[in-house]
């Protein structure tokens, strides 16, 4: 057991990298909650796309610097957020299909960027991130992006589960719910372009998504699904950077696989709606039958 943390108490690196993925794994799994109650799962992998064209544009004017991506990422995704919601009111189509759309063109766009100005190298750092890679600047970006994120969460909670359950109910207590979805999304925006430097734009959305659906099957209250989604993140980020130490594995898509073995094996075996729990609601009159048959 020693030697299999041993990784974290030699190399300033790794727990660099540690710190990182246990401070997104604070902040991205509850909006990832939020996002699942709402029905906008999909919506998180989209504005995962829509930091891509910003992300590459501040690459291509300050090259490999924190700040300008970060900040390039953060307007792409709040101008494709609004620009998707734009298109749905004033066409009238569902939001969810406006923003698929404009998640294509962005993707489409921030390769062909990158690709312009740079490297298959510079790409691939791009898309997928490098976790052990993050440096003090990164670290203090991730921790501020985290705490925000909560603190915010924590003044919004009870307008957020609102907005989820009764809009109406909220709009005749005066608060505008379209105000509240949009601060959300933009919390949303904020924690993927925090993760972008760790798991890079394609794989930014797993954090915040898979130990949310993953703890769906152990809980129905909003307090445990929080809680599990916030322990199987941090099992994921710490498990996933061991694993890719010793067996010399990428880090990113270690932390993401172990979240998504997580879900699998609560899919399978969770309490609620798991496939054991249906088979077992499927046997139970095949038993009582039985029983009632024997004693005739």
């Known amino acids: 057991m020693l030697d299999l943390i041993a990784p974290l108490a030699d190399y300033g690196f790794m727990r660099r990298a540690l710190i990182a993925g246990l401070a997104l794994s604070l902040a991205a799994p509850p909006l990832g909650v939020f996002l699942m109650l709402r029905g906008m799962s999909l919506i998180g992998d989209a504005m995962a796309h829509a930091i891509l064209p910003g992300v590459a544009l501040g690459f291509l004017m300050a090259g490999f610097s924190l700040p300008a991506m970060s900040l390039g990422g953060i307007l792409s995704g709040l101008v494709v957020a609004g ?8 066409t009238g189509h569902r939001e969810d299909s406006a923003m698929a759309s404009f998640y294509l063109i962005s993707l489409a766009a921030g390769v062909m960027l990158v690709s312009l100005g740079g490297s298959s190298v510079d790409l691939t750092h791009v898309l997928f991130g490098s976790i052990l ?55 949303v925006v904020i924690n993927l372009t925090a993760g972008f430097q760790t798991l890079g734009t394609l794989m930014a959305v797993g954090l915040m998504m ?3 659906t993953a703890a769906r099957f152990w809980s129905k209250r909003l307090e445990g699904l929080m809680g599990l989604a916030i322990v199987i993140a941090m099992l994921s980020s710490t498990g996933g950077l061991l694993l890719s130490y010793h067996l010399d594995l990428p880090s990113g ?3 993401i696989l172990l979240a998504g073995i997580a879900y699998l094996l609560s899919a399978l075996f969770g309490r609620y709606n798991s496939l054991l729990v249906r088979l077992r ?15 005739a």
Not at 83 to 90: F, I, Y
Not at 282 to 289: E, K, V
């Open 83 to 90: 620009l998707a919601g734009g298109v749905s009111q004033m």
């Open 133 to 187: 890679a993050v440096d003090t600047t990164a670290l203090l970006l991730i921790a501020a992006v985290s705490t925000a994120t909560l603190l915010l969460l924590a003044v919004m909670f009870r307008a957020l589960v609102m907005e989820c359950l009764d809009p109406l109910f909220l709009r005749g207590q005066g608060v505008r719910p379209g105000l509240i979805q949009g601060v959300f999304l933009g919390l």
């Open 210 to 212: 898979l130990p949310a």
């Open 253 to 255: 898509p270690s932390i």
């Open 281 to 295: 609601r499927r046997a139970a009159p095949l038993d009582t039958s039985r029983n009632g048959a024997a004693s």
